[in-house]
């Protein structure tokens, strides 16, 4: 029972790491908010973690990592990614396993060279996936809460783990909030900045509605907060993540949660380069 409580532990701070809350409680009220909208995701959420953590642990990966759910959220989001495009079958499960063990791979070899992987190994398994085997989209129904504004803004945190449904999202914000209450409140402040910049610009109310724009800028002002305190850089962040989201839907790729992932890459390059170039001009002017 020892061995197993801590390992239930690790699998579920795996999902509370999607939106960077290393918390186990985080993870099990994420699985309890996709389980509102569909039981099988819910499912395949908490089948992924323990797959990438389960391999992790099997190919001794660093055990502070494993113990920090670090290998359980990619793997988890293509479990989810997987079961949400493709209907059940061997296959599916076959994909989904196989799936999970690459994205963790991906995910340790992104760290033993020091880079900064997010949610990357998802995105690089599922665009993968989807080369190999053609998709097929769901088509879930949305839950609206009375207003298209509240609906856009809680359906920006459900879509991060393909939820379009508010209440899920409503259940997202509560499991932020009680890993990290400010981060609670501006990844809320990030969801609706983003619905109000794609409103004022005219593009797709149902796409906006529906949290489109919404779920990787409420990514990237999880990812910045931890980067920076500079309050301009968590404007910034948001602002990139609409704007790659709105390119790859132009341009007709699947975005995932690659836009999230371009804006904090450009964001932490910055704030690498920028001290760099203070650096090299303090030591040319002595």
């Not at 880079?115 to 190999?132: E, G, S």
């Not at 910049?197 to 724009?213: D, K, Q, R």
């Amino acid at each position: 029972m020892d061995i197993i409580k801590p390992y239930t532990r690790f699998v579920f701070r795996g999902l509370g790491q999607i939106m960077l809350q290393g918390n186990a409680i985080t993870g099990l009220l994420f699985a309890l908010g996709i389980a509102i909208h569909s039981l099988g995701l819910a499912g395949a959420a908490i089948l992924g973690a323990v797959i990438g953590t389960l391999w992790a642990k099997l190919c001794k990966y660093p055990v502070s990592a494993i113990t920090a759910g670090l290998y359980g959220f990619n793997s988890a989001l293509v479990a989810i990614g997987v079961s949400y495009f493709y209907s059940f079958s061997t296959l599916t499960l076959g994909l989904l396993v196989c799936g999970g063990i690459f994205a963790t791979w991906i995910m340790h070899v992104m760290q033993t060279y020091q880079l900064k992987p997010y949610t990357f190994p998802f995105v690089l398994t599922l665009w993968l996936i989807f080369a190999v085997v053609p998709q097929h989209v769901m088509d879930l129904p949305l839950v609206t809460l009375g207003t298209s504004n509240i609906n856009g803004v809680l359906q920006g945190f459900g879509q991060v783990m393909f939820q379009s449904n508010s209440w899920t999202g409503l259940v997202f914000i509560l499991a932020i909030f009680v890993n990290n209450a400010k981060h609670a409140i501006w990844a809320v402040a990030a969801a609706t900045l983003a619905m109000i910049v794609a409103f004022l610009l005219h593009w797709s109310n149902t796409e906006i509605v529906a949290g489109m724009y919404s779920y990787n800028a409420v990514l990237a002002a999880l990812a910045v907060l931890l980067l920076t305190p500079q309050k301009w850089l968590w404007v910034l962040v948001i602002l990139l993540s609409i704007l790659f989201t709105k390119l790859m839907f132009v341009l007709l790729l699947p975005a995932l949660t690659f836009p999230f992932i371009l804006a904090i890459w450009c964001v932490a390059w910055g704030i690498h380069f920028y001290p760099n170039q203070q650096i090299n001009r303090s030591t040319d002017q002595h």
